[in-house]
């Protein structure tokens, strides 16, 4: 665990540094705006597009394959793009490329901590894993904006050296993928969209997924038409990761000790109401305080939800549900900053009120059928690294 999650973190700090150049990167080499907004979304609806058959592929031939290999892509991808050779073209290809190997990492990383945590800790480990990610957004960012100053591709070379030395962490992680079991009970098709422990936690990142990428697009918007500079902007930013930061093994603890059903309607209403409550607010610090408050719900949400999709899933298909996890995540990702982002050009409330919904929406759900509790001691078909747990027949 120690090496998946210090792995993790390395290469995230790098990727990250991606994030605030790209558009640079494209308008240096003569891009329009519609080039712009096709650079950043390519790769994004390749990672969604990924996810699933990713997910089958580390249940077949394992997880490690498909995280050293994904991310040995992603490296030498972010390399070529670091040279800066040839047309706009061929460096968009590239990066939906990088894309695409992100896609393929995200469900084996999921299936292998789900894989290396008994069913009592999962959801204080994929805290653990938010808090790697909220680090690499925090420092990223401003790492992208030092190494931009000498020359804006310097940044894939960056990611790329990032993810190298972060494999070098994961080349330490075992294989954590159980051996095949021929029984017909293995065999039988995962009706994933008829278990309420992997459909609903599904529906639930995807509206996390909607809600926080629409911030990403209308955030900037609305404190800038209350006047605040880009610093204050990056600031707020900053200030909502620090109880993200703090709170995250905690929150994870409290998941796998509590009732997950009414965590989950209690950190929903929570997000939803500030949502709501974001349009009527003017000064900076009821903001940040309000701020502070959604973020003390949001992060319990994430790590909670795919605790329950681990616990609810067969060993043997850990990649696959991890993958129709991400699909939602990533797709709900898509629809917010499309849908929801767009709505904020028609009236400011909108935007807020629309993600508010969801949210009460995903509350609502969750209030009548998220599975409550996690399973006591380890699942049938548990891998050979959580076998030490007492089996629950």
């Not at 999650?5 to 519609?34: E, N, T």
């Not at 065999?187 to 609903?200: C, E, F, M, S, T």
């Not at 009821?286 to 060993?315: K, N, Q, R």
């Not at 995540?329 to 499309?338: H, K, N, V, Y």
């Amino acid at each position: 665990m120690f090496w998946l999650l210090s792995g993790q973190l390395i290469m995230f700090i790098g990727i990250a540094a991606i994030f605030p150049i790209a558009p640079l990167y494209v308008r240096r080499h003569g891009g329009s705006s519609l080039d712009i907004a096709l650079f950043i979304a390519a790769p994004l609806l390749a990672n969604t597009l990924v996810q699933v058959p990713a997910g089958r592929l580390a249940d077949r031939i394992g997880r490690r394959p498909m995280l050293l290999g994904s991310r040995a892509l992603y490296g030498v991808v972010a390399l070529a793009l670091f040279a800066d050779a040839g047309p706009l073209w061929l460096l968009a290809t590239l990066r939906t490329l990088q894309g695409a190997s992100s896609g393929a990492y995200v469900p084996a990383l999921r299936a292998a901590l789900v894989d290396l945590s008994g069913p009592q800790r999962r959801a204080e480990r994929f805290s653990q894993l938010q808090a790697c990610e909220m680090v690499g957004l925090l420092v990223g960012p401003f790492l992208g904006g030092v190494v931009a100053l000498w020359r804006d591709s310097g940044v894939f070379g960056v990611a790329g050296l990032a993810t190298f030395v972060g494999l070098a962490a994961m080349r330490r992680i075992p294989e954590t993928r159980g051996a095949r079991d021929p029984s017909a009970a293995a065999k039988a098709r995962l009706r994933w969209w008829r278990n309420p422990g992997i459909i609903v936690p599904c529906l639930g990142v995807g509206a996390l997924g909607t809600v926080f990428s629409m911030y990403d697009v209308v955030w900037p918007l609305y404190l800038s038409a209350r006047g605040y500079s880009s610093l204050l902007i990056g600031l707020t930013i900053s200030l909502y990761a620090i109880p993200i930061l703090v709170l995250a093994r905690p929150g994870g603890r409290l998941a796998d000790r509590s009732n997950r059903r009414w965590l989950m309607v209690g950190s929903f209403t929570v997000t939803a109401a500030c949502a709501s409550l974001y349009p009527g607010l003017r000064s900076l610090g009821p903001i940040i305080v309000l701020g502070s408050v959604e973020a003390c719900a949001f992060v319990l949400i994430e790590p909670t939800l795919f605790a329950v999709i681990g616990d609810s899933s067969p060993a043997s298909q850990r990649g696959r549900t991890m993958g129709i996890g991400g699909l939602f995540e990533f797709g709900g990702s898509a629809m917010g900053a499309a849908v929801l982002g767009a709505l904020y050009g028609v009236g400011e409330g909108i935007s807020f009120w629309g993600a508010a919904a969801a949210l009460f929406a995903a509350a609502i759900l969750c209030a009548v059928a998220l599975p409550p509790r996690p399973p006591v001691g380890a699942e049938p078909g548990v891998t050979e690294v959580t076998a030490m747990l007492p089996l629950d027949s």
